[in-house]
């Protein structure tokens, strides 16, 4: 081990396991690749106003977990907390809503940085793939993504996942609903800091974990019971689409989530497999972000589903993924002379298009046939100087144990064909 050590509250990838994180970033992508969202990357920072605004002032993501930064030039940064507000400013700057096309369906996988209590499944940098549809009000929208998202979870196997689902309203009743509730609010014992929050941003009040504080949270006015004509329509017609898609979800009045920009559809994904952390993924409708952002006004929704999370919960559920070795075949040189033709094979086996890997550093015969076995390769190529002299290499089925000598010059033709 060297001096220096992950930061903390952080992880590193390393094989195996690696592996797992590249499937599931393919598994929740491949859905909205074939739904036709366009892949889209924005830099790791941003100006940090960004955020402020997009997120929301008062939200604990910029009030509380923004790692941010002065530039030697003064510019006032932060590493990237969440993704949308990223996208967002990303399809205003490059017209992608003026292209005529709405809506603009974008899909991201990358890295996020938030100052946070570290513990399992809850990491200062983390690693979410997300999906975003706008410039569309269509509850049609609303129920593909978070069909896809459903889509996404049952592909890697997961079970044990839940969908909660909710209506945040709209710029019409969530004002009406939101003084009633500080109304109600300010009447209770509750800490200074939650009494500040009752006024900046009441609905988050909600969201409190405490058990004291969810005990005088009961008789709540219920934004349910606030919802205008629209915004129960629209809701209705999103239950509607679910239903009939045979996606289950359950409706959790309660859902306000920690983004202040949200409006109308929000949801989030549960797994009952990862404890406290148990929130996978969540999202839901934007409709007033681009505006808050100086854009004009385009409804949007969209998810984000966290990749490390997610890999908790296959673990949780003992999933196993069925992740197929990435090496086919395995050269095994004996000697000087077997090194330069092996490697020479090797070569032209992978500009052919198949995986291959060779045994570096000339070992002997018993180590590299155990690098060969780790590797997963199906078939190894094994020569020394008896073979070359007879121009040919041995080819051995790692599956049946067989194995033959080949002619060196059709080894490659013969594991084109061997390999299908
Ligand atoms: P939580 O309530 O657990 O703090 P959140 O509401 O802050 O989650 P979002 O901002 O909605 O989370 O991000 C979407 C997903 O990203 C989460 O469901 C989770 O899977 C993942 N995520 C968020 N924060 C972290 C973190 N600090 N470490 C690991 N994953 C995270
Ligand atoms: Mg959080």
Known sequence: MSTFQAPKGTYDLTPPDSAKFLAVREAISAPLRDSGYGYIETPGFEDVELFARGVGESTDIVTKEMYTLTTKGGAELALRPEGTASVLRAALEANLHKAGNLPVKLWYSGSYYRYERPQKGRYR???QVGAEAIGTEDPVLDAELIILADQAYRSLGLRQFRILLNSLGDKECRPVY???LQTFLRDLDLDEETR???????????DDKRPDVQKQLTDAPKLRDYLCDACKAYHEEVRALLTAAGVVYEDDEKLVRGLDYYTRTTFEFVHDGLGSQSAVGGGGRYDGLSEMIGGPALPSVGW?????RTVLALEAEGVELDIPATTSVYAVPLGEEARRAL???VTELRRAGIAADFAFGGRGLKGAMKSANRSGARFTLVAGERDLAEGVVQLKDM???????VPLAEVVAEL?????
Request: proline content about 3%; hydrophobic content about 40%; overall charge neutral.
């Open 343 to 345: 490697f020479a094979v």
């Open 125 to 127: 940098h983390f690693s």
């Open 416 to 420: 084109t064909t061997r390999l299908g």
């Open 304 to 308: 984000a589903l966290g990749v490390d």
């Open 399 to 405: 599956e049946s144990g067989e194995q033959s000598a």
């Open 196 to 206: 500040r929050r009752i006024e900046i941003n009441p609905l988050r009040v909600l």
């Open 178 to 180: 939101r003084e009633a």
